[in-house]
């Protein structure tokens, strides 16, 4: 819709977050192996085992980053907005990209990545509370789901940028790796830029107090300038929240006891189950040795598999682009996940049989085409598409549309350390497992998947079209917390009512005197 303009435009820019942690994927992987970079930076002549272990660093030391990115984001989101913490996330993110491009050395480079992985880290966490906050109940589940999509197409980019890159420029030249570098820049000053001309979120302004701005913020963001009555509902229901968020923290309530209350430990254990199922389902495992199981297909070259390997990432990206438009209209939340986890798992135990059957690593070269690793390839494409309509983009919208708004930010930043404490934990423990147990790793990840599935069923309720605020907390919170919130509501408008009644009384006083 034409009125949504400015709603569609400020999700995208919130979006552009996603784009940091996609092309950062994206591109590494590429980048530590080509001639140029290893010849730049004197690592061509280390042993196997060193060059080994650099190459790891510059890999970790992006995801600690990330990891220690969401805490320092934390008291950006709540001081200084949700705005602030995106600028924040640009400027890290920049910097971190010129310090890679600038000839430090190889501890510059993972510098900069440690620098690239805090901006990533700060994204993750203010991107998807921006998007949820500023999005009606009708948009929220597309323009959420629009964040992965602009992953998967990010990490496409960064993937085919390190491998049109190497084909373009000979190994001699620096560009063949400084070029996709570079490219990093573009995403991370497009969000610095964006950020400052999109308009803050009206419940965090509404919850520090600045009503009028958040009703402005709001009727900018629903394009009905004009036709203020239309969003007067809307606004009510934010300025009550941000009451009964305002009385909570005047009563100085500990994070901690907040914690004790059930409704908030009931969203904690979805929000966190879902962020380790996100990474616990095995897509990693597949990003590892999806190259080798298209070579046990009979695309014995690395040329072919490579190919294989980016086509993997295309049918991620267009499942993401069809959950956005199409799927996430047809049925629930609770729906795709319970299928797409189911699937996954299947997909696993295939994997599992299918691998079992391919042939050791100095053999690979005579492999010929053959029913099973045609099944193999075929299997990861489903289990693409299965996770990218599912756990992939419906783990981070529940995470940032399921919490009250005056813990929003330490309850976000709980979850997505989850996310990156859980990416750090696969990325090591995944090629030992291949490495020690081969084919047994996917059924230990098809076990997950039916907890996953089992989880799902039993703990995650349905938020799909559900408005922030009242009718998200009564799918959580028990009769005992929905109480405390109708006196608190209560509380706050007899709390109103006296310090109107103070200023007609001081009003009338003036007059008199």
């Not at 920049?94 to 620098?115: H, K, N, S, T, Y």
């Not at 602009?150 to 620096?174: K, R, T, V």
């Not at 099944?375 to 992939?392: H, K, N, P, R, W």
């Not at 703990?459 to 959580?476: H, W």
Request: proline share 4%; aromatic share 12%.
């Amino acid at each position: 819709m034409a009125r949504y303009t400015t709603l569609y435009l400020s999700a995208f820019i919130a979006g552009l977050t996603a784009a940091l942690f996609g092309y950062s994927v994206g591109f590494i992987g590429g980048i530590i192996v080509l001639p140029s970079f290893l010849s730049h930076f004197s690592l061509s002549t280390l042993p196997p085992s060193a060059l080994a272990s650099t190459q790891a660093q510059i890999i970790t030391s992006w995801l600690v980053g990330a990891l220690f990115g969401v805490p320092l984001g934390m008291p950006f989101c709540s001081r200084f907005g949700r705005k602030g913490c995106l600028f924040l996330a640009g400027g890290l993110y920049v910097c971190g990209a010129g310090m890679q491009l600038l000839d430090f050395g190889i501890g510059g480079f993972e510098v900069g990545r440690a620098l690239n992985g805090l901006g990533v880290g700060v994204g993750t966490l203010g991107g998807p509370m921006y998007i949820s906050e500023i999005s009606p109940p009708s948009e929220r589940g597309m323009l959420m789901s629009s964040y992965q999509t602009i992953l998967q197409l990010s990490a496409l980019a960064g993937f085919w940028g390190a491998f049109l890159s190497h084909s373009s420029f000979p190994s001699s030249s620096s560009l063949q790796w400084q070029l996709p570098t570079a490219i990093q820049l573009i995403p991370g000053i497009l969000l610095l830029l964006g950020t400052c001309f999109i308009p803050e979120t009206p419940s965090f302004l509404a919850g520090i107090g600045r009503e009028e701005e958040a009703e402005r913020c709001l009727v900018r963001l629903r394009g009905v300038k004009g036709e203020e009555w239309m969003v007067e509902g809307e606004m009510q229901e934010i300025r009550d929240a941000a009451r009964v968020s305002a009385l909570v923290r005047d009563k100085n309530v500990p994070f901690s006891k907040e914690l004790l209350k059930p409704g908030i430990r009931k969203r904690l254990v979805v929000g966190v189950g879902l962020m380790i199922a996100q990474n616990m389902v095995g897509l990693n495992a597949l990003n590892y040795y999806a190259p080798v199981i298209f070579m046990s297909a009979g695309c014995a070259s690395v040329s072919s598999s490579l190919f294989l390997t980016g086509v993997f990432g295309v049918v991620k990206l267009l499942s993401a682009i069809a959950f956005m438009f199409v799927f996430v209209k047809i049925r629930g939340n609770r729906f795709w996940l319970l299928l797409g986890s189911s699937l996954c798992g299947v997909c696993m135990l295939v994997l599992a049989y299918f691998v079992h059957k391919i042939p050791p690593a100095n053999q690979l070269g005579e492999a010929k085409l053959t029913f099973g690793g045609m099944v193999s390839v075929l299997t990861v494409y489903i289990f693409a598409f299965s996770f990218s309509v599912s756990l992939g983009p419906i783990s981070w919208n529940v995470c940032s549309e399921i919490f009250p708004l005056h813990i929003n930010a330490k309850c976000c930043a709980i979850t997505t350390c989850t996310q990156w404490l859980f990416q750090i934990v696969i990325a090591y423990i995944t090629p030992q497992l291949l490495a020690t147990i081969g084919w047994g790793t996917y059924l230990i990840y098809a076990f997950f998947c039916l907890l996953t599935t089992l989880f799902v069923f039993s703990s995650v309720p349905e938020t799909r079209n559900v408005p922030l605020g009242r009718e998200m907390d009564a799918l959580f919170d028990d009769k005992k917390d929905i109480d405390e919130e109708d006196e608190m509501e209560e509380e706050s408008e007899t709390t109103l009512l006296l310090k109107h009644g103070q200023r007609e009384r001081r009003g009338s006083l003036g007059v008199y005197t």
